[in-house]
């Protein structure tokens, strides 16, 4: 079942503009990871949060996790052409048992130059 | 570093056909091994988990006897699509982790392009 939804489905903006992206989850979970695919291609690991963590950059990536609105947001500082892609967040948590790793339905974030 | 290698990138054949998909972690000893399905400008739809000398777990509605799974080393687990039919196209991707994986990122290779005709 579809765990983490991301909005909005797509943005489009200028090079040099800020771009952010949210995720909804449902259910409690272990940790929110962020996940970039360019177009055809697997997908690259860009933070993993944990469930006490609040807030984590990496670069002009800046994540941060509101447990109690069970909600997360990635925030990417003055855009780049060649951060055009889609952008997927996905929520680790045990289910039944078995740990997993659930993904949204992503958000394509187009940059124009 | 964690560089996961998947082929063939691309495969088309006819229908009935058995495609064998290939997922190699070049630098890292893989524990646990994941094949996802993604349908074009969809999610990553999670298929089975396997872990190295053990049998693949698969999730709900996914059927084990079409869709197998071997992972024999702990640099190399293989999807075997077994009699191949046009509604089996799709986007393959694999990735990999180790340890405690839940708590770590996976890596992923860049996926395989099956076409049934």
């Known amino acids: 079942s579809q765990q983490g939804e991301e909005d909005p489905q797509a943005l489009s903006i200028q090079e040099g503009e800020n771009a952010t992206m949210n995720c909804s989850y449902k259910t409690s979970i272990n940790n929110l990871q962020w996940y970039r695919q360019n177009s055809g291609r697997g997908l690259v690991h860009l933070i993993l949060i944990r469930s006490n963590e609040r807030e984590k950059h990496s670069g002009r990536l800046r994540v941060t996790l509101d447990t109690s609105k069970k909600s997360s947001s990635l925030l990417i500082t003055a855009s780049r052409a060649a951060d055009t892609a889609s952008y997927f967040c996905a929520t680790g948590l045990t289910q039944g048992g078995s740990e997993k790793l659930v993904f949204g339905k992503g958000t394509k974030l187009t940059v124009n130059p | 570093g964690a560089v996961v290698s998947q082929h063939p990138s691309w495969v088309i054949c006819k229908s009935g056909t058995s495609v064998k998909i290939e997922c190699r972690s070049l630098d890292f000893q893989a524990t646990t091994m994941f094949w996802y399905r993604q349908f074009p400008k969809q999610s990553l739809m999670l298929m089975a988990t396997s872990n190295e000398g053990s049998k693949a777990t698969y999730e709900q509605g996914v059927e084990k006897d079409k869709f197998l799974i071997n992972h024999a080393s702990l640099t190399l687990s293989t999807l075997t699509v077994t009699s191949a039919h046009p509604e089996d196209s799709s986007f393959y991707i694999c990735?990999?982790?180790?340890?405690?994986?839940?708590?770590?990122?996976?890596?992923f290779g860049d996926g395989t392009r099956l076409s049934i005709l």
């Open positions: 990735s990999a982790s180790w340890g405690a994986w839940s708590n770590q990122p996976q890596h």
